[in-house]
Structures are given as C-alpha cells and as structure tokens.
T-cell receptor, first 110, second 117 residues
C-alpha cells in the first residue's frame, strides 16, 4: 500500500522558475525523504527531514514538514533542464518500512 | 554516500523460467534491504523487506512462492522471480538502509528491468 500522495502529478515550468511539489501522508512518521528518479533509472536520495524538523535546505532544494497536517513540500529554486525527472516523497514510520508517494513528474523547459 | 549495486540491469526471459536479481551493498553492511516493484509511470510498490539471516517479510498481495527472497549475508540480497510470466514484467528496484552517518537514508540500486516473453 502507498502512504503518500503527491500533487501535482505533473508539472511543467520554464527554466529558471521555481518548482513546488507537495506530499501528504496518512500515519505518523519518523522521517520523510524526497527522492528523484530519471526515466528508467534507480532513485537518488535528495533530502531527509526528521519528524522534529520543520524546514531543511540543501543547495537549491528546500523541504518543509508539517506533522500536524501530515504534509511536506519540496521546492526547487531556479530550476534547470537537468532537473527534469520524477520526484517521490517517502515516509519512514519506523525501522522496517519506507513507503513511497505517487510521485510528481517535473518537466523543465529550456 | 553508500553504494548499492543491482544486477542484472535488464533481463529478457521466456515464460516459465526463473530469474534471479542480486542486490549488493558495496561499502557498508545492510541488515535490512527492501525490494520494490515499479510499473511504467507509477510509483514504487514495496514488495518485501529482506532481513539478513531470517525470512523476508512480504507485503499483502505479494506471493512468497513467486518472489523468493534470500538475504544470506550482510551485503547481498537476492530476489528470484520463479516461473516468470509476462505479467511479471516490471522494473524491480532494491534498496538498503544506510548505517553510521547515513543512518535512516535509503540507498537504491539502479534497478533491473525484467521482460518476460
């Protein structure tokens, strides 16, 4: 079963614009992670935010977490064509299981 | 970061044959590995959790006898798709939990694309 739902399902923006993706989940978590997947490839870990954190930055990435609303957002600033990929949130409810959201397909137009 | 190697990256087989996919953690020990399945344009669905030295824990709806998982060492887990059929064609991805300073993070293999004719 999937824990998270992401929106939008697809997003198309111009290079240089910011891209925001949202993730909502259902049960309590230890941490939430964002991953990127290029078509037909494995996943690359982008950032992990723990349940006691509200915001985290990594380069052009900014992640927020609102545990009261069970939601997270990923912001990519000054997007580049190379950012074109699918982005997934993954929720970690404990040591055993990490489940993925439905994903957002981002297209950055040069 | 830690490296997870998955092999083969793609495989084509005839219906009825069995296919083994390997997942190795190259520079760390992974007591727990996860196997996911991904259909085109969809998200990753967790199939099973592989624990070193014990039986795998399968998700609801995943056939244990169909998808055999063996985690014989701290660096290797294998997924065997037995008597494969065309509906088993999919992208299979493994991941391992990081340790040490990477604790909590999942490291993914590059995936294995299975096509059953």
């Amino acid at each position: 079963s999937q824990q998270g739902e992401e929106d939008p399902q697809a997003l198309s923006i111009q290079e240089g614009e910011n891209a925001t993706m949202n993730c909502s989940y259902k049960t309590s978590i230890n941490n939430l992670q964002w991953y990127r997947q290029n078509s037909g490839r494995g996943l690359v870990h982008l950032i992990l935010i723990r349940s006691n954190e509200r915001e985290k930055h990594s380069g052009r990435l900014r992640v927020t977490l609102d545990t009261s609303k069970k939601s997270s957002s990923l912001l990519i600033t000054a997007s580049r064509a190379a950012d074109t990929a699918s982005y997934f949130c993954a929720t970690d409810g404990g040591y055993q299981k990490v489940t993925f959201g439905t994903g957002t397909k981002l297209q950055v137009i040069p | 970061g830690a490296v997870v190697s998955q092999h083969p990256s793609w495989v084509i087989c005839k219906s009825g044959t069995s296919v083994k996919i390997e997942c190795r953690s190259l520079d760390f020990q992974a007591t727990t590995m996860f196997w996911y399945r991904q259909f085109p344009k969809q998200s990753l669905m967790l199939m099973a959790t592989s624990n070193e030295g014990s039986k795998a824990t399968y998700e609801q709806g995943v056939e244990k006898d169909k998808f055999l998982i063996n985690h014989a060492s701290l660096t290797l887990s294998t997924l065997t798709v037995t008597s494969a059929h065309p509906e088993d064609s999919s992208f299979y991805i493994c991941s391992a939990r990081g340790t040490g300073r990477n604790t909590g993070e999942l490291f993914f293999g590059e995936g294995s694309r299975l096509t059953v004719l």
